[in-house]
């Protein structure tokens, strides 16, 4: 049974809209995280959270907002998409070790 | 900000062999990690080795880090096609250990 689910798993988005996209883990773990992975850039970290209520900014917050309403649940919230957040998007719980669990990562096209 | 990096873009190997990716990093560091990601998954941890240690084992995975050239390698014996993958090093440095940075990692191809 899968431990960190994301979803949608594919979205496609205008520019200029809305676009939440979704994290659900089951580890209960504090730590959670949102990616975006692109060729040529590999995993760049976007925000993160050490427990519900709260969210960090990572390497690459800019155009982006997290919310953690729960021990549970991490989003990751495009307010205004552009084409340039076109990218595949992952989530991760971390455990106290530094070990990350993946989602399956959700693809998103913003047209 | 690139703090960690693997050697090679792609290799192949034919299965049966042991293959070698490298790493290296530029800061100081608490931890590093070996991932492994498959074609439309998220990555997988193989191995989590601490700045304190010299050799980590998993199976047919052994991760070796060296601190003063800052620099790891994860050696994979007997390959399966089932190892294609592309492999990626993280590395947490003091300042966060609990985050992680990513390189963009080797793309190794297992040839039956």
């Known amino acids: 049974e899968a431990a960190v689910t994301q979803s949608p798993r594919n979205k496609v988005a205008v520019t200029g809209g809305k676009v939440t996209l979704s994290c659900n883990q089951t580890n209960n773990h504090n730590n959670m995280y949102w990616y975006r992975q692109d060729t040529g850039h590999g995993l760049r970290l976007i925000h993160y959270s050490y427990g519900a209520g709260s969210t960090e900014k990572g390497d690459i917050p800019d155009g982006y907002k997290a919310s953690r309403p729960s021990q549970e649940n991490f989003s990751l919230i495009l307010e205004l998409a552009t084409p340039s957040q076109t990218s595949v998007y992952f989530c991760?719980?971390?455990?106290?070790?530094?070990?990350?669990?993946f989602g399956p990562g959700t693809r998103l096209t913003v047209l | 900000s690139q703090l960690a990096e693997e050697n090679l873009w792609a290799l192949s190997v034919h299965e049966g062999e042991s293959v070698t990716v490298n790493c290296s990093y530029k800061t100081s560091i608490t931890a590093l990690q070996w991932y492994r990601q498959k074609s439309g998954e998220g990555p997988a941890q193989l191995i989590l080795?601490?700045?304190?240690?010299r050799e980590k084992r998993n199976g047919r995975l052994r991760a070796t880090l060296d601190t003063s050239s800052q620099s790891s390698s994860l050696s994979i014996t007997a390959t399966r096609c089932e190892d294609t993958a592309v492999y990626f090093c993280a590395t947490g440095s003091n300042t966060g250990y609990q985050n992680f940075y990513f390189g963009k990692g080797t793309s190794l191809t297992v040839i039956p």
């Open positions: 080795i601490r700045s304190n240690e």
């Open positions: 991760a719980s971390g455990d106290p070790g530094g070990e990350q669990y």
